[in-house]
């Protein structure tokens, strides 16, 4: 038996299976392999697993192209390479696609694809250096090894296209992508959109001229969004502006503490795919507060939902997605003063907010589609393949 292309993926994940879909469409022969037997919602980061309730996100993540699970979660190390290993053996795939390095699936990938000279394409989602000197020493020597065997790199941004070559990695290596998510499903008529903006308000108590911001995102440190409480704070002084949470996480009951006595806070909790889009049409604007987002994906959705974004100048969408003045605005993390003086000129001047919701719709549509980042696989599949042959 023989696959054109083997994708090996942690699991099912929301925003990759529109383009699993788009993908098996233009390459007959391409299967996914999943690492982890089902998704349960938890395993996001590998420091932040546990942290967060059981999350559904209400979609059919499994569904229309092939695929399979492998289950090496609760594997030994041998069993993992003897599992991988025969996987290999019996698809004899023409190239290997991978998201990162993070788990030792990717390690044992990464040795078995250079044994059998499979081409290897990585799909990377990183674009910084942080850490102690120790774990910058340790990176460099281990993702120097890593990349050397890697025939062909996909980079979901300009920052990531950076990253690679900062690692040395040859431009005629790179593939440039747009991250995406489905836009599809958050598209509502103009109709819709307005029911579905008072509906929301109408619940929570917002006025129909309020001027609304939303935060979505899980409640961790790394997320900021204690920023957003106190940028809502000094708000207050200007406006009754309101601000509304969405999302579960280690820090929501320390949140709603500080939250006690503070007008026009409401926190609502996770929302799936299927309910989070009324909340972008209830917005006028999104804001990331975060210190750091290897993209922001939350950004893409809102701009589907015609919803600009505020964000920090850590998220992989600044400068690609978010464009200052044009689709959103950006500031220093941490400078709560600069991202409350840019929220002040929305309020002084709604129409701005309006056109910048309506650029990054347009923005989105055009460019951050599944088909175009199944594009970019097939072209970084053809420049691997090419390479090895």
């Given at each position: 038996?023989?696959?054109?292309?083997?994708?090996?993926?942690?699991?099912?994940?929301?925003?990759?299976?529109?383009?699993?879909?788009?993908?098996?469409?233009?390459?007959?022969?391409?299967?996914?392999?999943?690492?982890?037997?089902?998704?349960?919602?938890?395993?996001?980061?590998?420091?932040?697993?546990?942290?967060?309730?059981?999350q559904?996100?209400?979609?059919p993540?499994?569904?229309?192209?092939?695929?399979?699970?492998?289950?090496?979660?609760?594997?030994?190390?041998?069993?993992?390479?003897?599992?991988?290993?025969?996987?290999?053996?019996?698809?004899?795939?023409?190239?290997?696609?991978?998201?990162?390095?993070y788990?030792?699936?990717?390690?044992?990938?990464?040795?078995?694809?250079?044994?059998?000279?499979?081409?290897?394409?990585?799909?990377?989602?990183?674009?910084?250096?942080?850490?102690?000197?120790?774990?910058?020493?340790?990176?460099?020597?281990?993702?120097?090894?890593?990349?050397?065997?890697?025939?062909?790199?996909?980079?979901?941004g300009?920052?990531?296209?950076?990253?690679?070559?900062?690692?040395?990695?040859?431009?005629?290596?790179?593939?440039?992508?747009?991250?995406?998510?489905?836009?599809?499903?958050?598209?509502?008529?103009?109709?819709?959109?307005?029911?579905?903006?008072?509906?929301?308000?109408?619940?929570?108590?917002?006025?129909?001229?309020a001027f609304?911001?939303?935060?979505?995102g899980?409640?961790?440190d790394?997320?900021?969004?204690?920023?957003?409480?106190?940028?809502?704070?000094?708000?207050?002084?200007?406006?009754?502006?309101?601000?509304?949470?969405?999302?579960?996480?280690?820090?929501?009951?320390?949140?709603?503490?500080?939250?006690?006595?503070?007008?026009?806070?409401?926190?609502?909790?996770?929302?799936?795919?299927?309910?989070?889009?009324?909340?972008?049409?209830?917005?006028?604007?999104?804001?990331?507060?975060?210190?750091?987002?290897?993209?922001?994906?939350?950004?893409?959705?809102?701009?589907?939902?015609?919803?600009?974004?505020?964000?920090?100048?850590?998220?992989?969408?600044?400068?690609?997605?978010?464009?200052?003045?044009?689709?959103?605005?950006?500031?220093?993390?941490?400078?709560?003063q600069?991202?409350?003086?840019?929220?002040?000129?929305?309020?002084?001047?709604?129409?701005?907010?309006?056109?910048?919701?309506?650029n990054?719709?347009?923005?989105?549509?055009k460019?951050?589609?599944?088909?175009?980042?199944?594009?970019?696989?097939?072209?970084?599949?053809?420049?691997?393949?090419?390479?090895?042959?």
């Amino acid at each position: 038996m023989s696959s054109s292309l083997l994708i090996f993926d942690t699991h099912p994940i929301q925003y990759r299976a529109p383009v699993f879909r788009e993908l098996i469409k233009k390459l007959p022969g391409t299967e996914v392999v999943f690492f982890n037997s089902r998704f349960d919602g938890k395993k996001w980061w590998f420091q932040e697993v546990d942290k967060i309730p059981k999350q559904a996100f209400g979609l059919p993540l499994e569904v229309g192209y092939p695929n399979r699970t492998l289950e090496t979660q609760n594997l030994s190390f041998i069993a993992k390479v003897r599992t991988v290993h025969q996987v290999l053996g019996r698809e004899k795939p023409q190239a290997v696609l991978l998201y990162g390095y993070y788990q030792v699936e990717h390690w044992i990938l990464r040795v078995l694809c250079a044994q059998r000279k499979i081409p290897l394409i990585f799909v990377g989602e990183t674009f910084d250096w942080r850490g102690s000197l120790f774990r910058k020493r340790l990176k460099q020597v281990l993702v120097n090894y890593f990349f050397k065997k890697v025939s062909s790199f996909i980079a979901i941004g300009k920052r990531t296209s950076d990253y690679y070559r900062q690692w040395g990695v040859s431009p005629s290596k790179i593939t440039s992508a747009k991250y995406c998510t489905d836009p599809a499903p958050f598209i509502l008529s103009e109709s819709e959109a307005g029911n579905s903006r008072a509906e929301v308000r109408k619940n929570l108590g917002i006025p129909s001229d309020a001027f609304l911001l939303l935060f979505v995102g899980r409640l961790f440190d790394r997320k900021r969004p204690q920023d957003l409480l106190e940028i809502h704070l000094s708000l207050q002084k200007q406006a009754p502006v309101h601000t509304v949470f969405v999302g579960n996480g280690e820090l929501s009951e320390e949140l709603q503490s500080k939250a006690t006595g503070i007008p026009n806070l409401h926190f609502v909790g996770f929302k799936n795919q299927n309910e989070i889009k009324s909340f972008y049409y209830a917005a006028d604007l999104l804001v990331v507060p975060s210190e750091f987002e290897t993209w922001g994906l939350v950004v893409n959705e809102a701009f589907s939902c015609q919803l600009p974004a505020l964000v920090t100048d850590q998220c992989g969408v600044a400068g690609d997605l978010v464009l200052s003045g044009q689709t959103g605005d950006i500031y220093p993390v941490g400078d709560l003063q600069a991202a409350t003086e840019k929220i002040t000129q929305l309020l002084k001047d709604r129409s701005i907010a309006k056109r910048w919701g309506m650029n990054a719709r347009a923005l989105v549509l055009k460019n951050y589609q599944p088909e175009q980042f199944a594009n970019s696989i097939l072209k970084a599949f053809e420049r691997a393949t090419l390479v090895e042959a």
